[in-house]
C-alpha cells in the first residue's frame, strides 16, 4: 500500500497570513501512462461533509477559492492557503488514487490562532 | 444540488451485523461509481469498499475483505454497506461518497460529493 504522510499534524494560522501544509507519498504518485498525478486534497470542516478542493495535483475543483493551490511532484506534495480566512478551519487530508487501497495522510488540523 | 445521506448506523455488539444506507438525491447513482469511506476516533480518513454502476464490479480494503458486502440498487437511487463480523476495530463513523464520473477499474477519480456520515459503536 501507498503511505501518505502530512505535516504538520496541527496548523495554528492567523487570518490575513498563508499556510502551507505538505504530504509524501512512499512512492511516486505520476503516472507515465497519462502524464498525470493522482494527488488530491480534502477538507473535512467541522459538521461538514468532506469536501475535495484540489485534484490531480494542482486542478482546483469546482467552487474552490483561489486562494488554494496544489503544487509538487513525484512523492512531495504541497496544499497552500495564501490569505487563511476564518472559514478555512478544518482537518485537510491528502489522498492517493495512483492505486488501490485509496490512501490518506493522517491529516492537518488547521485552526485559527 | 447533489446530496447524500447515509442510515443504518448505532450499537452493535462485537461478532454482530448491520447493514448501512446511503440515499443519493439530485442525481443518478446509476451513472457513477460509488464508496464507503470510514474515519475512527483520532485516525483519518479510510477507504473501505467501491462498487461500479450495475454492481457486477466491487473493490474492498483488505482490511473489511470478507465481512463487508458494498452493494446498489439503482431504481431506489440508493447504496448499501453490508457489515458482518464486526469487532471493535470497526468502530467509527461511516461516509459514502460519489465519483465525478471518470473512474474505470484500474482508477478511481476524486469522489466530489460525500454524505455526512453515520455512527457505527462496537462494544461490548
Known amino acids: 500500500d501507498i503511505v501518505m504522510t502530512q505535516t504538520p499534524r496541527s496548523l495554528p494560522v492567523t487570518p490575513g497570513e498563508p499556510a502551507s501544509v505538505s504530504c509524501r507519498s512512499s512512492q511516486s504518485l505520476y503516472h507515465s501512462d497519462d502524464g498525470n498525478t493522482y494527488l488530491d486534497w480534502y477538507v473535512h470542516k467541522p459538521g461538514q461533509s468532506p469536501q475535495v478542493l484540489i485534484h490531480t495535483l494542482s486542478s482546483r475543483a469546482s467552487g474552490v477559492p483561489d486562494r488554494f493551490s496544489g503544487s509538487g511532484s513525484g512523492t512531495d506534495f504541497t496544499l497552500k492557503i495564501s490569505r487563511v480566512e476564518a472559514d478555512d478551519v478544518g482537518i485537510y487530508y491528502c489522498m492517493q488514487r495512483l492505486e488501490f487501497p485509496l490512501t490518506f495522510g493522517g491529516g492537518t488540523k488547521v485552526e485559527i490562532k | 444540488e447533489a446530496q447524500l445521506e447515509e442510515s443504518g448506523g448505532g450499537p452493535v455488539q462485537p461478532g454482530e451485523s448491520l447493514r448501512l444506507s446511503c440515499a443519493a438525491s439530485g442525481f443518478g447513482v446509476i451513472n457513477y461509481w460509488m464508496y464507503w469511506f470510514r474515519q475512527r476516533a483520532g485516525r483519518g480518513l479510510e477507504w473501505v469498499a467501491r462498487?461500479?454502476?450495475?454492481?457486477?464490479?466491487?473493490t474492498y480494503a483488505d482490511s473489511v475483505k470478507g465481512r463487508f458486502t458494498i452493494a446498489r440498487d439503482n431504481a431506489k437511487n440508493t447504496v448499501f454497506l453490508e457489515m458482518n463480523s464486526l469487532t471493535v476495530e470497526d468502530t467509527a463513523v461511516y461516509y459514502c461518497?460519489?465519483?465525478?464520473?471518470?473512474?474505470?477499474?484500474?482508477?478511481?477519480?476524486?469522489?466530489?460529493?460525500w454524505g455526512r456520515g453515520t455512527l457505527v459503536a462496537v462494544s461490548t
Open positions: 462498487v461500479n454502476y450495475n454492481g457486477a464490479i466491487t
Open positions: 461518497a460519489k465519483e465525478r464520473g471518470y473512474s474505470s477499474v484500474a482508477r478511481s477519480d476524486l469522489l466530489d460529493v
